[in-house]
């Protein structure tokens, strides 16, 4: 009798080993986990609907934690400017609390800029696509004579 299968085409045990992988720092210890010889989660790992749901689970996974860190991006920022601004902090921290915010905001700068260049490429491109993408010819006239002559 065959094991349920997941609609993603996985088994139960396949799911419970993705989660491992995620959770463990090792393939061995994600394998030892599941109860499972390491060799059977290598051997899954060349399979490729398992490599494809296992990376999809880390790229969801991965998403989540820069949510979080987007989440608290603004009092990571309050932060460097408290230190930044305190006069009883080391001028070590004063200065790298000032590098921070300054290297934030050049990376910002520049991803604005970036996208800008972005947008006005893919402009330019699907314009040129529009005046490259040919036109049927007009008909000839020999080929108006023909249908006249035929009853069209």
């Known amino acids: ?30 394998a030892e986990h599941c109860g499972m010889a390491f060799r059977t989660l290598y051997r ?10 296992y990376r999809k689970a880390r790229r969801e996974t991965f998403k989540h934690a820069i949510s979080m860190t987007q989440r608290y991006a603004p009092l990571a920022v309050q932060t460097l400017a408290k230190i930044m601004t305190d006069d009883k902090a080391t001028s070590a921290s004063r200065a790298a609390a000032a590098e921070g915010i300054l290297k934030f905001s050049r990376d910002s700068i520049n991803l604005d800029d970036l996208e800008g260049r972005i947008e006005e490429l893919e402009s330019a491109a699907r314009a040129a696509a529009e005046r490259t993408t040919p036109t049927p010819p007009p008909p000839s006239l020999t080929s108006l004579d023909d249908d006249v002559k035929e009853g069209a």
């Not at 349920?4 to 994600?30: D, S, Y």
């Not at 899954?44 to 749901?53: G, I, Q, R, S, V």
Request: hydrophobic letters at 40%.
């Open 1 to 30: 009798m065959s094991s349920p299968r997941e609609a993603n085409g996985l088994e139960p045990k396949h799911e419970e080993a993705i989660v491992a992988l995620l959770e463990q720092p090792t393939i061995k210890k994600a």
């Open 44 to 53: 899954w790992l060349d399979n490729p609907t398992f490599k494809e749901a």
